[in-house]
């Protein structure tokens, strides 16, 4: 497999940009080698630089439900693009879009557009402050909900603690009204509402947690905040940028029957432009400026091509496909651990919907200190063996994989192909 052109743009790109990169994870640092520069993609089927093909299991972070290059996004797309690309005014897109997402989450009563999941969760905590007049939030140790200061923050020893910095340029005071428990463990949280039983603001989670690897949540765990949340004042706010509209039609509420008082969206709902959203309650989100108190602004917010690219996006998102995710997203994971198996490697394989994760890993993972036994130098590995054979997985241990509608059965079945080679190449490395 070639990579000088991919080589050449990266060392250009390293003397310009932070690493070479405009997010982390695609510098390729958890995994060793030369990020792959993508020069298009169409399908399941990203093309590089230097011409070389790859199954795209990261499917821009969950964002291409559809895969890339939908034919009807991109017809939406051209016929948009003519009429301009940024107004700063109000567009029926934006109205257009907001129903159709509330046809799906019922608990979304009102919604507001934003550019990014961050704008999303930094907004809706906003707002939790401003309708409880407290300040203390909760969050889950590996939850990640964007850069926003307060929200770098994690677990440091115990059960449960106050949040420590987990960035430079954070300064310490703004990150000590975020408490941090153990995802999936309800007496941490308890433990937290005891001990400041009138100061918790709100209790933010990812539903099924999809930025420590896929982490689903235990049987009564999201039923047990709903409960704790009501019992001591407090607002549940679902983080569902990266489940919403990609584990069922209405979100991971909808798939564990929890309602939250609000919800952030992002991903499939911009149809891979930027986007994010907040929503819930009508009486919280008219806490919102102009309708009430709570500012919050943004240039590009509801921007046309997002709003458009993002419905025609949703209207696609039929109970056939679903089903179709649905069984080859279970076709893969079952193939992968049988593969694993063949070869004597340990791992468990997480899956919900269409996300997935592999953990080299013996323990059961329930959580962030679980997830994070996970073998690193052998999902380093297994990620070269596998993009050598064609096959684009996310280059980090600790993120999900995506399946889109545009992934076929033989797209499955090359998968396994090429998974049985690099479990057997992770193998010989163990013996």
């Not at 080589?7 to 690493?19: D, I, K, S």
């Not at 890339?68 to 948009?80: D, G, K, Q, S, T």
């Amino acid at each position: 497999m070639r990579t000088e052109r991919s080589e050449q743009l990266y060392a250009v790109a390293r003397m310009r940009m932070p690493g070479g990169v405009s997010s982390p994870v695609r510098a390729f640092g958890a995994v060793g080698g030369t990020p792959r520069f993508i020069a298009r993609g169409r399908g399941a089927i990203l093309e590089d630089v230097d011409g070389n093909r790859y199954i795209d299991y990261v499917g821009s972070w969950g964002a291409l439900i559809l895969g890339h290059a939908h034919p009807a996004v991109v017809r939406a797309l051209r016929e948009a693009i003519r009429r301009g690309t940024s107004y700063g005014a109000p567009t029926e897109a934006e109205l257009e879009l907001a129903l159709r997402i509330q046809e799906a989450f019922p608990s979304i009563q009102k919604i507001r557009f934003v550019n990014s999941g961050t704008e999303a969760t930094m907004s809706a905590l906003r707002v939790a402050r401003a309708a409880t007049g407290r300040s203390k939030i909760i969050k889950f140790e590996g939850g990640y909900h964007g850069h926003a200061d307060f929200l770098l923050a994690r677990a440091g020893s115990g059960l449960a603690t106050f949040g420590l910095p987990d960035s430079a340029g954070v300064p310490e005071a703004w990150v000590r009204d975020t408490l941090v428990a153990p995802y999936n463990d309800l007496d941490a949280v308890a433990a937290l509402f005891e001990q400041f039983p009138d100061q918790i603001a709100a209790v933010i989670v990812e539903p099924v947690a999809g930025n420590m690897g896929v982490v689903p949540p235990k049987p009564g765990f999201l039923k047990g905040l709903r409960s704790l949340t009501r019992r001591y004042g407090a607002l549940l706010i679902f983080d569902e940028v990266i489940t919403g509209f990609r584990v069922a039609w209405g979100g991971a509420q909808a798939l564990y029957e929890v309602e939250p008082d609000l919800t952030c969206l992002g991903k499939i709902i911009g149809g891979g432009l930027p986007v994010g959203a907040y929503g819930g309650r009508a009486d919280l989100m008219d806490q919102v400026a102009p309708a009430g108190p709570v500012y919050q602004a943004g240039t590009l917010s509801g921007n046309p091509l997002s709003m458009i690219a993002g419905r025609v996006t949703l209207e696609q998102l039929t109970p056939a496909l679903y089903r179709q995710l649905e069984e080859r997203s279970a076709a893969l994971a079952e193939g992968l651990r049988e593969a694993a198996e063949q070869a004597g490697v340990p791992v468990h394989i997480h899956r919900v919907g269409s996300m997935l994760s592999v953990f080299f890993t013996e323990r059961a993972v329930v959580d962030y200190a679980t997830a994070a036994s996970t073998d690193r130098a052998r999902y380093a590995r297994f990620f070269h063996a596998m993009l050598e054979r064609g096959i684009y997985l996310p280059p980090s241990p600790l993120e999900a994989w995506f399946v889109s509608a545009a992934h076929t059965e033989a797209h499955i079945e090359r998968t396994l192909r090429a998974a049985r080679a690099a479990f057997r190449e992770v193998a010989r490395g163990i013996l």
